[in-house]
């Protein structure tokens, strides 16, 4: 079985904070996705990367930046935490075509 | 652009109701389309798809069509249980470049399953 896993399910910062959301995936897939998950929003794609060191902006890549210095791993960074950050974050991997999904930060920024 | 538009929930049933939830597309070319599932906690996971018109996507008794002429891909399930209970949402693949790919999402719907 594929696995993502993220390294938080809960996140409480500050606002201001130096965030880091940690996503690794065990199946060596090209492509990782960071999203963000709101109510009456849906999923939102922030960066993607289809390839280490590779980054692309998605929809909302506004106060965020992305890391992919290894294959496996696909970091999302908030450089300075807003209230209008705190939200579900999800990341996924995929080969082509199936996209698989961790189970999700939920980040609160006070 | 292209785009997703699924109805609206929260979707309240009984056990055992039949299950539909819309979905229509806006989208340029022939995109793949799939429904994908999240349970309370837990992240997404994939529960059908169809590739092309005329497809048919089908998963854990559920049930989609890919209908080119009306741009959509309903969701249907005969007899919902408790455990369908969980947010749905529809999204359409498109080609990113450099071989990869980028899922649009509908806002997803709520479906919750009373007894």
């Known amino acids: 079985d594929v696995k993502v896993t993220q390294s938080s399910r809960y996140l409480v910062k500050r606002t201001g904070e130096k965030v880091f959301l940690e996503c690794v995936q065990d199946?060596?897939?090209?492509?990782m996705f960071w999203y963000r998950q709101d109510p009456g929003l849906g999923l939102r794609l922030i960066y993607f990367?289809?390839?280490?060191?590779?980054?692309e902006k998605g929809d909302i890549p506004e106060g965020y930046s992305v890391s992919r210095e290894k294959k496996e791993r696909f970091s999302l960074i908030l450089e300075s935490a807003s209230t209008n950050q705190t939200s579900m974050y999800l990341c996924?991997?995929?080969?082509?075509?199936?996209?698989?999904f961790g189970p999700g930060t939920r980040l609160t920024v006070t | 652009g292209d785009s997703v538009t699924q109805m609206e929930g929260p979707v309240t049933l009984s056990e055992e109701a039949f299950l539909t939830i819309n979905c229509t597309y806006t989208a340029t070319g022939y995109p793949s389309l799939f429904w994908y599932v999240q349970y309370p906690g837990e992240g997404l996971q994939l529960l059908l798809k169809a590739t092309k018109a005329d497809d048919k996507g089908s998963n854990k008794g559920f049930e989609a069509t890919y209908r080119k002429e009306t741009t959509s891909f309903h969701l249907e399930k005969g007899s919902v249980q408790v455990s369908d209970s969980a947010v749905y949402f529809c999204a359409l693949r498109l080609y990113s470049g450099a071989g990869s790919y980028q899922l649009t999402f509908g806002k997803g719907t709520k479906l919750s399953v009373i007894p």
């Open positions: 990367s289809y390839d280490v060191k590779m980054k």
């Open positions: 199946m060596d897939h090209e492509n």
């Open positions: 996924a991997s995929s080969y082509l075509y199936e996209q698989y």
